[in-house]
């Protein structure tokens, strides 16, 4: 069959996007596409970090289903987050005269923002945080574990006696983490930092994608309360990932919704197109 994709980029994560508000495909057939419409194949001419499918919802304005590259799915993804919502935008599904939405996603309800070109996140409750201490490289190293809808590990690279972050071996050292029998089948993605001024410079190796992406919003959120605790940063942070694209990390505290995180930054359309699957 022939289906109409929309490729989009949240900061540097890169997404396949498809309009399934008249329910062309099914949850099963998301995932068995997953593979075929993220990857470069004789169908499929983009590589991509993740599928979306853009569904309608009952209650709220839409409901975003997400596919990792390899077909997993039920976790959140903010970059993917901030850029349904610009894709829903461009399909009429929320009017251009709106500025708040709320929508489903990885079974929460999540709301946004848009404020001129930047899409403004709100990002669900930190469900667990805490340091662990894990063995990389045949030695101890000091973490931090973030769960925040995904679940991510954050390292400062000196922890790894690195001083250029440039130089880091994400895909070997990140596969570390994100195997290590600390997090049992679920796994971590790993997150590493440096920090220079005021300014966070982060690097990615994201679960699913089994790889490193170049950007990744929750594991942004979780770099930047991270550099908090550790380097005495305040909010809001700017975050430089391996993209170049900037997002901001800001907190912000609501009478009725305690403590949230916001990640803020640019998503847009990079090409639409029709292929056979």
């Known amino acids: 069959m022939k289906i109409k994709v929309t490729y989009m980029s949240g900061a540097g994560n890169l997404f396949t996007v498809i309009d399934n508000t008249a ?16 990857s470069v194949n004789d169908k499929n001419k983009f590589e991509t970090e993740g599928l979306m499918l853009l569904e309608q919802s009952a209650d709220y304005n839409f409901k975003c289903v997400f596919f990792n590259p390899d077909g997993s799915t039920g976790m959140m993804c903010g970059n993917g987050g901030r850029a349904i919502v610009k894709f829903a935008l461009s399909k009429g599904v929320i009017s251009t005269s709106q500025t708040k939405v709320r929508f489903e996603m990885a079974g929460a309800v999540y709301s946004a923002e848009i404020v001129d070109d930047l899409i403004d996140l709100e990002m669900p409750n930190i469900i667990e945080y805490k340091e662990r201490t894990l063995k990389l490289q045949g030695r101890f190293v000091n973490t931090h574990y973030i769960d925040n809808g995904s679940q991510h590990t954050v390292i400062r690279i000196d922890k790894i006696d690195l001083l250029d972050i440039a130089n880091l071996d994400i895909n070997g050292v990140g596969r570390e983490v994100r195997y290590n029998e600390e997090f049992g089948k679920i796994g971590s993605n790993a997150n590493f930092y440096d920090v220079k001024g005021k300014t966070v410079y982060l690097r990615t190796y994201e679960r699913g994608v089994e790889k490193e992406t170049g950007a990744c919003g929750t594991g942004a959120v979780a770099t930047a309360i991270t550099a908090v605790e550790e380097c005495g940063l305040k909010f809001p942070i700017d975050i430089i990932p391996t993209s170049g694209e900037k997002l901001t990390i800001d907190k912000r505290i609501d009478i009725k919704k305690g403590t949230k995180f916001h990640l803020i930054g640019p998503a847009v359309i990079l090409e639409e197109k029709e292929i056979e699957v």
């Open 23 to 38: 329910n062309i495909l099914t949850l099963d057939q998301g995932k068995s596409l997953a593979s075929i419409l993220c």
